[in-house]
């Protein structure tokens, strides 16, 4: 079974020194190369989960907050994701096409679309293993609220702030 390397192996590959305490990254670099290791760890387990259960991480954290808020509106799921609608369009049609969720319109306003999950969305909401947020749940709990709530607070904090230079 291929196994990852570490960093310095990998330097060490190529005639580069290790990352060593006289030879940090520094902090941002540091802070980037952990988002970007936690961005390749989610495209990978949402690909496993794509084949295992066939959606995406980011199709299944919409399909959570359907079952969660049941007839809620495109506009809300982009509110609570904090994207733009358009980003959930796409998602949203592959979802109701592959019959996960259903679309209909607003009873007060025909124009806003308002989903609900379909008994197969249903299935694929009550998953709990293998999984993003199983393995999230287990990183959580394995740390003191304190520092879940820091984290929280960086990962919010430089969203902001890489949305407002976009």
Not at 118 to 125: E, F, I, Q, R, Y
Not at 132 to 152: G, M
């Amino acid at each position: 079974m291929h196994r990852m390397r570490s960093a310095n192996e990998a330097l060490a590959g190529h005639g580069i020194g290790p990352v060593t305490p006289d030879r940090p990254l520094g902090d941002v670099l540091e802070f980037m190369r952990a988002l970007w290791g936690i961005n390749h760890a989610l495209e990978s387990t949402s690909r496993r989960m794509k084949a295992r259960y066939g959606v995406t991480g980011p199709e299944r954290m919409v399909v959570r907050l359907v079952g969660r808020y049941p007839g809620i509106s495109a506009g809300d799921l982009a509110r609570i994701l904090l994207v733009h609608p358009s980003t959930l369009t796409g998602l949203l049609k592959r979802l109701a096409a592959r019959g996960i969720v259903k679309r209909h319109a607003d009873a007060i306003d025909a124009r806003r679309a308002l989903f609900l999950l379909t008994a197969k969305g249903a299935t694929v909401d009550g998953v709990k293993r293998e999984t993003v947020e199983a393995a999230i749940t287990i990183a959580l709990d394995s740390l003191p609220e304190r520092d879940v709530r820091a984290a929280a607070a960086v990962l919010q904090r430089l969203t902001r702030v890489l949305e407002a230079k976009a």
